[in-house]
């Protein structure tokens, strides 16, 4: 959409609310950046007061990966079931789960985001007792680079991934903020607050590895992954490394064993608690039990794991595995911002 379209629809949706700024929302800037940063132009000290404006509730800013109510939002692309819907996929961490819903979550999740009455978080329908969580996390250098071109900071959806703790434009590990926060935050407003991940060289591959396997989820544009299939090539790759699997049992500690050999392992020992609890890989057999639904998450983690020769490797068979042919296009490695980002202004109302 063009920006001058898209200026006059949001000056429309902004008429009955004291809402005076509005900024461009970039192709990789996160719901809660928007709200953050119409904050900050709107010159008000009290974090409610925006709350209220765009949600109708006090409590809008809790929630950094799910707003409380997308058709609320002063915004052109979230009055219909179709925008809203894609409009998530592009602007929140859901990108990553949309395409591992099944259809009756995808409808459950729908619903949730075209209601314009504030909704309980969905944990995205995802399956078993594992429940990611999504810290604030940018990289400094982007962080410098957007100050530049734009003229403020804004919270990447790619950084935002449960996976991802290296900025693959970059190579540096992210920062993060390790709590929530009930404030309108931009990545400038928390540098003395964060801690940042140490990683080696080892580390870095890893991170790297998995960054840009979080990134191909998000390119798919919310297209449904083929389950089934994707389970089946994990069990044939890791066949081929010689790691026996059973999958008619609950749990085979053989891949527990073999997956604590592995590099991911390492990596994800050197991760915040809730995520360093997969690097012992009790959970490796749910994910290629074709009765149980797959947590991208662990996924992902397992499909890193399975020995690759390079990145570009695993994102390639990774999109033949979840895609087959429909998505070839995504099988590079991704430069993650080379492609999303702009030089447009600031935009008001």
């Not at 994800?268 to 009790?282: F, I, V």
């Amino acid at each position: 959409m063009h920006h001058a379209v898209w200026y006059k629809l949001c000056s429309q949706h902004t008429q009955n609310r004291s809402l005076t700024f509005l900024p461009w929302i970039e192709d990789d800037e996160t719901a809660y950046s928007f709200c953050s940063t119409t904050h900050r132009l709107s010159g008000s000290a009290n974090g409610e007061t925006t709350s209220l404006n765009l949600f109708g509730i006090r409590s809008g800013a809790w929630r950094h990966a799910q707003p409380h109510s997308l058709p609320r939002l002063p915004l052109p692309e979230t009055d219909t079931p179709e925008g809203a819907f894609r409009w998530a996929a592009r602007h929140t961490v859901a990108g990553l789960y949309i395409p591992f819903m099944t259809p009756s979550a995808r409808h459950v999740a729908t619903a949730a985001w075209t209601a314009r009455e504030p909704t309980r978080s969905l944990n995205y329908r995802m399956p078993g007792s594992f429940w990611p969580q999504h810290p604030l996390k940018w990289c400094p250098d982007c962080v410098s680079e957007d100050i530049a071109r734009l003229g403020r900071p804004y919270w990447h959806v790619s950084h935002q991934l449960p996976t991802t703790w290296l900025c693959v434009q970059h190579r540096r590990a992210l920062f993060w903020v390790p709590t929530r926060y009930m404030r309108w935050l931009l990545p400038t407003d928390v540098l003395c607050r964060a801690k940042r991940r140490s990683l080696g060289d080892d580390c870095a591959q890893l991170g790297n590895l998995l960054a840009s396997l979080g990134h191909v989820v998000l390119s798919s544009d919310g297209a449904a992954v083929d389950l089934s299939l994707a389970q089946s090539r994990a069990a044939e790759r890791l066949l081929k490394l010689g790691v026996r699997c059973l999958s008619s049992v609950v749990r085979d500690a053989s891949l527990d064993e073999w997956f604590r050999t592995t590099e991911t392992s390492k990596f994800l020992n050197a991760c915040p608690a809730w995520l360093s609890n997969l690097a012992q890989g009790t959970w490796i057999s749910q994910c290629l039990d074709p009765s149980r639904k797959l947590h991208p998450v662990l996924f992902l983690v397992l499909w890193s794991s399975l020995q690759w020769r390079s990145s570009e490797l695993a994102c390639a068979a990774l999109v033949d595995a979840a895609w087959g042919n429909r998505l070839a296009s995504r099988a590079q490695t991704p430069a993650i911002h080379a492609t999303t980002r702009s030089t447009r202004p600031l935009c008001t109302t």
